[in-house]
């Protein structure tokens, strides 16, 4: 792979507030040897994407928050998975530790499917190389997004960090309907475990004035990130955001939809509702 940084760092030009933006799977430098390998071809590989998201939320530093992105895909390694969450299936001399529904399923740290299950290799990966890439691209991404939450809380009281990413519209046909109607962003905190209740509920409040249809914590919950930063009763808080990708992407071509633009102007102002929560976080950190 080439020795591009593993993530990109927007900086506002003035911090103004205890809110953090990651993008963890919108990555899209794909290294040539992970398309020579797999036994998919690009749109397959790129199912696992969150083609985009990172542009989604690209106003943040203009609302005066960070934004970090991946730039490696997800295909190649999920920064959503804690790093000892190996595949035995796909990694030479790893052996089973228990049971770990993500992992059985081939979505560990170093996916063995791509989101719709297919497989991405012919064979097995050395653990050498499944390190390797832990070390180059999943401590870097986590010690700086640590570092920015820690900075965070020490300026103003407490630190929220907005998990942001994408859902294909399939995974939405099971979900609870909200009012009769179908959810347009899942917010998820892990049932309460990551973030306090006023942080979820302003959370919430922002996408509804905007016109989005939010259900909470279903389908998805939260992953390792929300579980990893989240620590309320000590002033972090984690909210993963799953924006439906049928509202601004082509789900077959994986191209933006006209609808983009105009998507993304609705999501800079939730943003900048959001980057707003900051002034009450002190009460926050006390739930």
Known sequence: MSEREPFVLLEPAALLSGVVFSSPHSGRDYPPELVLRSRL???????????????LFGDAPQSGAPLLSATAPRAWLDLNRAPAEFDP????GVRPQGLNQRVAAGLGVVPR??????????????????????ARIHVPYHQRLESLLQRARERFGAAVLFDCHSMP???????PRVHGRTPEV???????????????????AAFERAGFVVARNAPFAGGYITQRYGRPARGFHAVQIEIDRGLYLDQKALEPLDSFDALRQRLATVVAELVRIS???GAMAAE
């Open 169 to 175: 519209t399939e995974a939405l046909r099971a979900a």
């Open 89 to 92: 299936a796909l990694i030479e």
């Open 279 to 281: 002034p009450e976080l």
């Open 113 to 134: 499917v791509v989101s719709e299950g297919a497989e991405i290799y012919n064979g097995k990966i050395s653990f050498a190389e499944a390190e390797e890439r832990i």
């Open 41 to 55: 071809g690009m749109p397959a590989l790129r199912a696992s994407e969150d083609v985009l998201v990172d542009q």
């Open 186 to 204: 899942v917010l998820g905190d892990r049932f309460g475990a990551s973030a306090g209740r006023t942080v979820m509920a302003a959370t919430q």
